[in-house]
């Protein structure tokens, strides 16, 4: 099956500096890749996604690249703020051998922004 | 997300004995998921369901048992095979109307605790 790795497993930064997390896949039928930033104690919530037919993608200060050829994926958050702070993972959906498709989740990176 | 709702939020499970864990959504999804999460593991599939009476094992299935007898509820079993089963339990949903298939939405989750 797919196997998703994501560095770094802790990230720290000061308030303002840009933050970016990294993920690889496997699988090359992989097509969809979202980010989930989850706080503690609470419920992963989608943050962005990209599909496998698009370069980068751009919500105000987030953002995501995507290099299908190299079969990697990263997060890049500009101007980070103290809210920022939480657990942030990756993941690649794929079907393949299976009629219903399924995400495959990184291990997840704690970014701690400090003011 | 907030069309997702668990029950219990905090769960104990004494030695022996089965829990059921539960997971409902007003959202219209057809897909339904359980996940576990273990601190520094990320998010690994129990079991997921595309449509009603029909479902799949994810990776980690053992000692669990899952039901779809209503597209709203996928109530999750940890039976007592289930030999560590201290962890956060996380229900997701997707299909949303006119958007991908891929997309999941979290509940709250449900923390379970071995007396």
């Known amino acids: 099956g797919e196997n998703v790795e994501q560095h770094p497993s802790t990230l720290s930064v000061q308030e303002g500096d840009s933050a970016v997390i990294k993920c690889t896949y496997s699988?090359?039928?992989?097509?969809?890749f979202p980010w989930y930033k989850q706080e503690l104690g609470k419920r992963p919530q989608l943050i962005i996604d990209i599909r496998s037919n698009v370069g980068e993608k751009k919500d105000q200060r987030i953002a995501v690249t995507l290099n299908k050829t190299a079969k990697h994926f990263s997060l890049h958050i500009t101007e980070t703020q103290p809210e920022d702070s939480a657990v942030y993972f990756c993941?690649?959906?794929?079907?393949?051998?299976?009629?219903?498709?399924?995400?495959?989740f990184g291990r997840g990176t704690q970014l701690t922004v400090w003011p | 997300d907030g069309g997702i709702t668990q029950s219990p939020k905090y769960l104990f499970r004494k030695e022996g004995q089965n829990v059921t864990l539960s997971c409902e959504q007003n959202?219209?999804?057809?897909?339904m998921y359980w996940y576990r999460q273990d601190p520094g593991q990320g998010l690994r599939l129990i079991y997921y369901s595309q449509i009603v009476n029909d479902f799949q094992k994810g990776d980690i299935a053992e000692g669990y048992s899952v039901s779809r007898e209503k597209k709203e509820s996928f109530p999750l079993t940890v039976t007592s095979a289930q030999k560590n089963p201290t962890a956060f339990y996380l229900c997701a949903s997707s299909h949303p109307g006119g958007r991908p298939v891929e997309t999941q939405y979290f509940g709250p989750g449900t923390r379970l605790l071995v007396l």
């Open positions: 699988d090359s039928a992989s097509n969809y």
């Open positions: 993941a690649a959906f794929t079907d393949r051998g299976s009629t219903l498709g399924r995400l495959y």
């Open positions: 959202l219209n999804h057809d897909a």
